[in-house]
């Protein structure tokens, strides 16, 4: 399976499901069952407005792990997305923050889920976190092993990071396109929700012939400059009240975007 056989359409809108702080994390409240409720209720709106897709993230538990994730969060996370799983019938992934590769591909195993987000894929980064190192050796085997058809979106660039050594855009590109063996590259800002760069989009398009997809700052008033240049997009704090990534969705701000989407779709 290929990103097109998963997104038979072309550029497909994704929408992060950004869940509740999960049991074990500073934030946690205390209910799984508030976490699942919220999460499906999300789920329910992105499915009216015709979303393509979804991502699923244990968002709200920073201080994010840099790597392994504990017991209790693979466990939460899996069964928040069997449930996503159920209510969404279009593809939905895993992100398991911060780069816990081997679980997203576990809890995408065992929920039905259909492709995993990796922050970093290969190399290295300093980040919030420290100093995270790829394991793309680790997650292909693991894939491998599983016999799963779980697709694999790698960041390049990733946010909240910067490469550690001289490593450019384009030499990133390159090397998740081929040594990392990734399905698709994401291009984001430098933040949770800040501008994808032009520039570095277009140097990416010019070094893989894998999708391409913006990973932050899309928003209903940039998304027609956007358009053109990538292969999918992947939306998250736009959705949520404000535009702030902490809010909760705000269903009018689905309308308005996929409306946008639409009509643009339409001219094409």
Not at 23 to 42: D, L, N
Not at 150 to 163: Q, W
Not at 178 to 189: E, L, Q, W
Request: aromatic share 6%; net charge neutral.
């Amino acid at each position: 399976m290929n990103f097109n056989d998963l997104f038979p359409i072309p550029k497909p809108l994704i929408a992060c499901i950004h869940l509740a702080a999960l049991p074990g994390s500073p934030g946690y409240e205390g209910s799984m069952k508030k976490v699942i409720e919220s999460a499906i209720w999300e789920a329910e709106i992105f499915n009216k407005y015709g979303i393509d897709g979804l991502i699923v993230e244990n968002f709200r538990d920073n201080p994010f792990y840099p790597d392994q994730l504990p017991p209790e969060t693979i466990a939460a996370m899996t069964a928040v997305t069997q449930e996503i799983v159920k209510v969404f019938p279009r593809p939905v992934g895993v992100n398991a923050l911060r780069n816990d590769a081997r679980s997203a591909l576990a809890i995408s195993t065992a929920s039905g889920a259909c492709f995993i987000r990796v922050n970093i894929h290969i190399g290295a980064a300093i980040t919030d976190q420290g100093i995270i190192q790829g394991k793309a050796h680790e997650t292909l085997r693991l894939r491998k092993q599983l016999n799963e058809q779980v697709l694999i979106f790698a960041d390049v660039a990733v946010k909240h990071a910067a490469p550690l050594g001289n490593r450019t855009i384009t030499d990133e590109t390159k090397d998740l396109s081929t040594r990392g063996m990734s399905d698709a590259i994401i291009v984001t800002g430098n933040q949770t929700g800040g501008k994808t760069d032009i520039l570095d989009l277009q140097k990416v398009k010019e070094n893989t012939a894998l999708p391409v997809l913006i990973g932050s700052g899309v928003t209903d008033k940039n998304l027609k400059e956007y358009y053109n240049l990538a292969d999918g997009f992947i939306v998250g704090s736009y959705f949520k009240e404000e535009g702030r990534a902490s809010n909760r969705v705000e269903e009018n701000r689905v309308q308005l975007l996929t409306g946008v989407f639409r009509s643009l779709k339409s001219t094409k």
